[in-house]
């Protein structure tokens, strides 16, 4: 809840600058003016980075005794209440042999945050810089030494948003669950017999949780990277958009990915790879319908929940071998043990990284777009997936006539402009040939669209 609220208060006010929400409560006694903060670049180049308080402060990283005292500058910032809900319908019907199912199920959510009047609280970068200029960093200091084997950044806190009083978060819960069942046992032991039970429930449940979060909580800050050097010597990056790191520190860009010729459903497709890691999504085809029927709803029903996505990504991170991740939230492990057992059938590390890879590229979509994914059908994926391949092929413009049959019904081409659309790419037509506009602001929006719906659809093909 906590998670959800700060990460919505700054979706809402600072939608394109440095604030960072604080994802737990305990996390705010350690981001202190000057605190250092590790961020954690990630595995595939499109994600955002980590960002991981520590208990250590710039003076205790660096070489003598004396204290930094830099000073802060006190502002009033905003007065900030927020209201966040969807509404959440579904009904699933399958029969297998002797076996019939009906599940319907609708629910609502509602998150309220008040967090009052808040400050800012931001460092003197000026007089910060000349206390430390002559200082070294202690290059045998136990975080350093940890963090260099990584080829993690060590950050500042620069700025802080602190509740002024205290305040609360409250979530409320409605959900209404009608279930059926026809449960038959035919010719037992060679005899005639049959045994049939019939069941209906009608399960409501209701929740009403609130959090009273006391003053001088930290709900958002802002930081400065470091550039350390092997000598001990150090840089602040003050300028937007400048990177800090270890001296030997080599990360792979976009700028290197290399792209290898693939096929996907008769089409071509790019197989990309990020540095030496291949994004490779065909290992999905391989599960057996059943298992991929069953992480395919999984993965809706997450889309539909952020903060449930992001934790899904740190479990899958985990059983690939990535260990740079805090495994928090523990409420969570119901989820990460559903998932974990829809990709069990098979769970060979191609499986684990191609689920990782497609989890990783839909937690980076805009929530409008994660929205319209969790709602899609298999078949509208599928005829999506096929467009992107063709318009790649085709280098950007591509016949009407390859448009796939049911994108040809202008409701169901709407919804494909509508999910192009929110990765800032407009989807344009005419009598005799359909294209693609690329925003200024999509970066790799477009690309991960492309692998999320691939993904996608490799788990639904063959579902109804």
């Not at 409605?174 to 035919?186: A, N």
């Not at 790191?245 to 290399?258: A, K, R």
């Not at 096929?386 to 796939?404: D, F």
């Amino acid at each position: 809840m906590f998670s959800k609220a700060t990460a919505n208060f700054v979706r809402q006010i600072d939608p394109e600058g440095s604030l960072i929400h604080v994802s737990r409560v305990n996390d705010s006694q350690k981001l202190v003016p000057m605190a250092l903060v590790v961020k954690r670049n990630r595995l595939w180049f499109w994600q955002r980075p980590k960002y991981q308080p520590t208990d250590f402060t710039l003076s205790d990283l660096l070489l003598g005794d004396k204290t930094l005292s830099p000073g802060l500058c006190e502002t009033e910032f905003l007065t900030y209440k927020g209201t966040f809900g969807d509404k959440l319908s579904g009904k699933l019907k399958t029969k297998a042999g002797s076996v019939s199912v009906a599940l319907e199920g609708q629910g609502t959510t509602k998150l309220q945050s008040c967090f009052g009047k808040l400050k800012k609280e931001e460092l003197d970068v000026k007089k910060l810089l000349r206390d430390s200029r002559s200082r070294l960093v202690d290059m045998q200091h136990v975080l350093v030494q940890q963090l260099e084997k990584r080829a993690d950044v060590l950050a500042v806190v620069k700025e802080r948003i602190v509740t002024t009083n205290s305040c609360s978060i409250t979530q409320t819960k409605k959900e209404q669950c009608i279930f059926q069942g026809v449960v038959g046992l035919l010719d037992i032991l060679g005899s005639s017999v049959k045994v049939c039970v019939k069941d209906t429930n009608n399960i409501e449940m209701d929740s009403d949780v609130s959090l009273e979060i006391p003053s001088d909580t930290v709900i958002a800050y802002s930081i400065l990277e470091l550039e350390i050097k092997k000598n001990g010597h150090y840089d602040i990056c003050l300028q937007p958009g400048t990177i800090g790191g270890f001296e030997s520190d080599t990360w792979p860009s976009q700028d290197s990915l290399n792209v290898v010729d693939g096929k996907c459903n008769g089409e071509n497709v790019p197989t990309l790879q990020n540095g030496s890691q291949e994004m490779d999504l065909s290992p999905l085809a391989e599960l057996n319908q059943s298992t991929r029927c069953a992480l395919f709803k999984k993965l809706q029903e997450t889309m539909r929940d952020r903060t449930a996505l992001s934790y899904l990504q740190c479990v899958l991170a985990k059983l690939c071998g990535d260990d740079t991740l805090d495994m928090a939230n523990q409420d969570m492990d119901r989820l990460s043990l559903d998932i974990h057992s829809e990709c069990s059938q098979a769970a060979s590390p191609a499986h684990l990284n191609a689920t990782h890879l497609l989890v990783s590229a839909m937690e980076e979509l805009p929530d409008e777009t994660l929205s319209l994914l969790s709602e899609s059908r298999a078949d509208f994926l599928e005829a999506f997936n096929t467009l992107m391949c063709r318009l790649k092929e085709s280098s950007g413009t591509l016949s009407i006539q390859r448009l796939p049959i049911l994108l040809q019904d202008n409701q169901t081409f709407q919804l494909a402009e509508q999910l192009l659309s929110s990765t800032n790419v407009t989807l344009k037509r005419n009598a005799e040939s359909l294209w693609t506009e690329t925003g200024d602001k999509a970066e790799a929006l477009p690309l991960i669209l492309c692998l999320s719906t691939h993904g996608l659809s490799l788990l639904c093909t063959g579902l109804k």
